[in-house]
T-cell receptor, first 118, second 117 residues
Framework: DTAVSQTPKYLVTQMGNDKSIKCEQN?????MYWYKQDSKKFLKIMFS???????INETVPNRFSPKSPDKAHLNLHINSLELGDSAVYFC?????????????????FGEGSRLTVL | AQKVTQAQTEISVVEKEDVTLDCVYE???????LFWYKQPPSGELVFLIR??????QNEISGRYSWNFQKSTSSFNFTITASQVVDSAVYFC??????????????FGAGTQVVVTP
């Protein structure tokens, strides 16, 4: 079983459309994240949720709306897609919002969802 | 503000050569965490190591080793006897250690390692 799974893996769409990327983790983690990797491979955090509650929102345009129906899922909905939204979006999860004890603090990343806006 | 610099954009080596990837960071925090991730051509991000700011002990894991030097704010990564499967982009990252900022990894720009047979 894949620990952090994202769907779809590839998404090609037209400017102005609305699209969603889904993420599910089966690790029992409390915290989930969305990261964006641009065409130059630069990775930047967008959002994080802990137990369905938004913790980090990194000045992302409000066309991007994360939704966490439960702590195992964190979906990303994007309205009015623009050319600059083309990127690879990574979902990730970690055991807790702060590392302790034997927790390595590792973020487990999904395989990424490549979004292409035409 | 935090910042992670990986000055080497690409390193090309021949198999069995050693390769060292540099990572220099900036932070005002006294407690922080440093990471290395590997991104092979298939695209996934693979965790390699996490180090906290109070543990300057160097670490070795198989052919991988890490040299953490707080005095120079560096966390360098060496692959010994490189193999073709080591070809990937390697990212260094920094995270604040308190509360809700955990998981907010500040990534470097990455270093592409190309290992040829």
């Amino acid at each position: 079983d894949t620990a952090v799974s994202q769907t779809p893996k590839y998404l090609v769409t037209q400017m102005g459309n609305d699209k969603s990327i889904k993420c599910e983790q089966n690790l029992g983690h409390d915290t989930m994240y969305w990261y964006k990797q641009d065409s130059k491979k630069f990775l930047k955090i967008m959002f994080s949720y802990n137990n369905k509650e938004l913790i980090i929102n990194e000045t992302v345009p409000n066309r991007f709306s994360p939704k966490s129906p439960d702590k195992a899922h964190l979906n990303l909905h994007i309205n009015s897609l623009e050319l600059g939204d083309s990127a690879v979006y990574f979902c990730a999860s970690s055991q807790e919002a702060f590392p302790s004890g034997g927790n390595t603090g590792e973020l487990f990343f999904g395989e990424g969802s490549r979004l292409t806006v035409l | 503000a935090q910042k992670v610099t990986q000055a080497q954009t690409e390193i090309s080596v021949v198999e069995k050569e050693d390769v060292t990837l540099d990572c220099v960071y900036e932070t005002r925090d006294t407690t922080y965490y440093l990471f290395w991730y590997k991104q092979p051509p298939s695209g996934e991000l693979v965790f390699l190591i996490r180090r906290n700011s109070f543990d300057e002990q160097n670490e070795i894991s198989g052919r991988y080793s890490w040299n953490f030097q707080k005095s120079t704010s560096s966390f360098n990564f060496t692959i010994t006897a490189s193999q073709v499967v080591d070809s990937a982009v390697y990212f260094c990252a920094l995270s604040e250690a308190y509360g809700d900022s955990w998981g907010k990894l500040q990534f470097g720009a990455g270093t592409q390692v190309v290992v040829t047979p």
